[in-house]
């Protein structure tokens, strides 16, 4: 029988619950400042091609720099490249707060800001997730995911919901207090101790530049994990649309399109809890590929729905499904990647999980333009669940994967890459 999760956990941890507070905060900014700035974009434009572009603004800049970000974590301070990301994004949203309070924003300003923040973003992802085995003991991170991953839903419950009633207010205050909620997130960072011992670093040349690639492509239970989110939640995900649905089709306002955005945050969360007090064990590849089918189905009742409090349910069930196969996909990662290369590896498998989601979103507004906001949604649901049974069939050894405990165990060997580490030119 699984045992509890231990009530001292993050006592027991103190580094790692520093980094869990510095997740909450930049999470919770991450989620206001996006409600704002896709509400008010909307209310300037109403054009949900325009909504879809916001994503993109976001995904170029990862795009461009992922791999330099990937490569920077694994040659400097994680934590200080942390810190300096948030720094940057609380500096870009405390600009759009002074747009709004001097009458001077304008979309063409959402685009730039939403920029550096993707920008700055780009080089956050790798560096965090690269850190976070650092802060636990290796038998103790699929735990410490968890933990994270309810974290960051806790702040997604509670700041779209706030983000949203804070823009009745006047979009001024929502982007101050993200602005706030940053800092805090910096300063959480900064309080870390935890010093990786200093070793030698290799050049940046294109070999190690893109050693993570390498080593993923070697890596296929690593590779089928990734791109079956990639692939699912770029035809699946429908939240840049969300303030269309609340503005046009359920007509519930910015407090509703906030607790909609919300909504698969408290399915995440209470999935995060269940699976603290009952981790997975057994067959995990199998549920992996249930849980991104359930993701699927979730999309397809959304899109149909016109009903507010079903549609919060099927948000709810999205978010509640999403959370297994993020636990599962993100302790694969972590645990089959040595420390030298997991800035790298971590980079391009942010770069698939930015891909699912801010070119989802350009992909959901423009197909929206095209074939209406809930046919756009319902077609990436059955798109969703056609990629899950595609990738079934091309990754047995995933489907097959039986225990997550088998490569925290082996996980020296299991790390070791197939190919060789980049070295000095």
Known sequence: MSSPPRSNFLRRYPDFARFWFARLASAAAFQMHAVAAGWQ??????????????????????????????????????????????????????????????????????????????????????????????????????????????????????????????????????????????LVGAVRIAAIRHRPPRIPREPPTLHSLFGGIGFIRHNPIILGSISLDLFAVLLGGATALLPAFAHDILHVGAWGMGALRGAPAVGSLLMSGYLLWRPLKRRVGRKMFVAVFAFGLATIVFGLSRSFTLSLFALTALGAADVISVVIRTSLVQLRTPDAMRGRVNAVNALFVGTSNQLGEFESGVTASLLGTAGATVIGGIGTVVVAALWMWFFPDLRSYDRLEETADANSESATPKIPLPGPA
């Open 41 to 182: 974009m909307y209310e300037l434009t109403h054009s949900t091609f325009m909504l879809g572009m916001v994503g993109l603004a976001e995904f170029l800049p990862m795009v461009l720099l992922m791999l330099w970000a990937g490569h920077a974590a694994d040659r400097n301070s994680r934590r200080r490249i942390v810190l300096f990301a948030l720094l940057i994004q609380a500096v870009a949203i405390g600009c759009l707060a002074y747009a709004n309070a001097t009458g001077r924003i304008r979309p063409s300003l959402i685009f730039v800001a939403v920029a550096i923040i993707g920008a700055a973003r780009a080089f956050e992802r790798p560096s965090t997730q690269a850190l976070l085995p650092a802060l636990v003991p290796a038998g103790e991170l699929p735990r410490a995911v968890a933990w994270s991953t309810g974290g960051f839903q806790v702040s997604s419950i509670a700041s779209p919901a706030l983000g949203g009633v804070l823009y009745a207010m006047g979009a001024t205050v929502p982007y101050a207090v993200a602005a706030a909620l940053a």
